[in-house]
């Protein structure tokens, strides 16, 4: 049964530093791997799609990598800023319709 | 262009009731997905829909139903209402051509609470 989990659970930064968020799956098997932004009591925005053939994909400040292997995935995101304020999701799908997503990362930028 | 549409935004009904949420896919697309999401927690899939039928389900009892339209739309349906049923209902479109890898586009969902 495939599991995702986020680590850190939250995570409070000052103004302009660069950081990382960790998900990881627990079957390497899978189709492909995205990262989701969500704002307090609202839906989801897709920021990254990795397929398991691509190691990383890259837009704007974002960086996401992808290793099947070790069932790893980070998001990076550089010069980081209180409108990133949200909570990151980390959702895999292994190749059914299913998407499974991990519990997120509550992330808070200090101005 | 329109993106994910879902009504109503909140709603609020008391244990036993049934409860219908409905949603709009994004133009051109023609497969949905609902998803539960607990407070604190990550959406859990329920169940899509592609063609006006259900192809895949996830662990959620039968009380949970749903449907989908010629235009494409889609309901959902919960049936003797429980305590634990208060959650944000997500609604997400996709391309249903059969490949998992195109991106799904989420709705801003809508929160229910059974008192």
């Known amino acids: 049964k495939q599991e995702v989990t986020q680590i850190p659970a939250a995570l409070s930064v000052p103004e302009g530093e660069n950081l990382v968020l960790n998900c990881s799956f627990t079957d390497s098997a899978i189709y492909n791997l995205q990262w989701f932004r969500q704002d307090p009591g609202k839906g989801l925005t897709s920021l990254l799609l990795?397929?398991?053939?691509?190691r990383e994909q890259t837009s704007g400040r974002l960086n996401a990598s992808l290793d099947k292997s070790s069932g790893r995935s980070t998001l990076y995101i550089a010069a980081s800023q209180p409108g990133d304020s949200a909570t990151y999701l980390c959702?895999?799908?292994?190749?059914?319709?299913?998407?499974?997503f991990g519990a997120g990362t509550r992330l808070f930028v200090k101005a | 262009d329109a993106g994910v549409t879902q009504s109503p935004t909140h709603l609020i009904k008391t244990r036993g009731q049934q409860v219908t949420l409905r949603c709009s896919p994004k133009s051109g697309h023609d497969t949905v997905s609902w998803y539960q999401q607990a407070l604190g927690q990550g959406p859990q899939f329920i169940f899509q829909?592609?063609?006006?039928?259900?192809?895949q389900r996830g662990n959620f009892p039968d009380r949970f139903s749903g449907h989908q339209f010629p235009n494409y739309s889609s309901e959902l349906n919960v049936n003797a209402l429980l305590l634990g049923d208060s959650a944000l209902y997500l609604c997400?479109?996709?391309?249903?051509?059969?490949?998992?890898?195109?991106?799904?586009?989420f709705g801003p969902g809508t929160r229910l609470l059974v008192l």
């Open positions: 829909y592609y063609e006006e039928e259900e192809r």
């Open positions: 990795i397929q398991s053939s691509q």
């Open positions: 997400a479109s996709s391309l249903g051509s059969g490949s998992p890898s195109l991106t799904q586009y």
């Open positions: 959702a895999v799908n292994t190749g059914g319709f299913k998407t499974i």
